[in-house]
């Protein structure tokens, strides 16, 4: 069984600071990994995925993830957030065996002026 | 071009009534999946659909959960005799086919559903 685990439900951040998002994942099986970002009243956009490759990913609107896979990890970070980066995000991982996500609880990211 | 839609965006039933959540995927679009978001649950695999593959139904959490898929295309999500437990935001997604298609899948709006 797989399972993802985002420990911060809120980070709450000033604008122009860095961020990380934290995301562990386990699984029996290889796989895929994911970040999606919900803003209010909308639904989920696709950050970022890491398939293979380079270890570190860059995604949209200024946001970059690193897969250590000795931690089982997929952190998301950002050098400098801004008020529009508020939102909810989700870290998801699909096994390489099915194809489904299997999403963490999100991280509601609240950033201040 | 058009995004994923649903409908209703909002539906508030009373305890024990059916309710029907319809999703329209991207067009040429062979995959569909359902989730649901709860509070403090994140968000739930229900069931995939792939081409005219079986569906995934592994999600489901009871057998009063179905869904089905007409042409390949509309898909509509049936919750029976609902209880207040089943209050949620109900998401659908499409994507292109296996194996590397249904590596972005583009998520609707969600049905918000309050069963009181």
């Known amino acids: 069984a797989q399972s993802v685990t985002q420990l911060d439900s809120q980070v709450p951040v000033f604008e122009e600071a860095p961020v990380e998002l934290r995301c562990n994942y386990s699984s029996s099986v290889s796989v895929y990994l994911f970040w999606y970002v919900q803003y209010p009243n909308q639904g989920l956009q696709l950050l970022l995925k890491y398939l293979s490759g380079s270890t570190l990913v860059k995604g949209i609107n200024g946001f970059e993830a690193e897969f250590n896979k000795s931690q089982t990890s997929f952190h998301l970070r950002k050098p400098s957030v801004h008020i529009s980066d508020t939102a909810e995000y989700f870290c998801a991982v699909r096994p390489l065996n099915t194809d489904k996500l299997i999403f963490g609880t999100g991280t509601r990211l609240q950033v201040f002026p | 071009g058009a995004g994923v839609s649903q409908s209703p965006s909002n539906k508030v039933t009373e305890k024990g009534k059916d309710v029907e959540l319809r999703c329209d995927p991207i067009?040429?679009?062979?995959?569909l999946y359902w989730y649901r978001q709860s509070l403090g649950q994140g968000l739930e695999f229900l069931i995939y659909f792939q081409g005219n593959s079986a569906p995934d139904k592994s999600g489901l959490p009871s057998d009063r959960f179905s869904a089905e898929r007409t042409g390949g295309s509309v898909s509509t999500l049936t919750i029976q005799r609902t209880q207040q437990e089943d209050s949620a935001v109900y998401l659908c997604?499409?994507?292109?086919?296996?194996?590397?298609?249904?590596?972005?899948?583009?998520f609707g709006p969600g049905t918000r559903l309050t069963v009181l």
């Open positions: 997604a499409s994507s292109l086919g296996p194996p590397e298609g249904v590596n972005t899948q583009y």
């Open positions: 067009s040429g679009h062979t995959a």
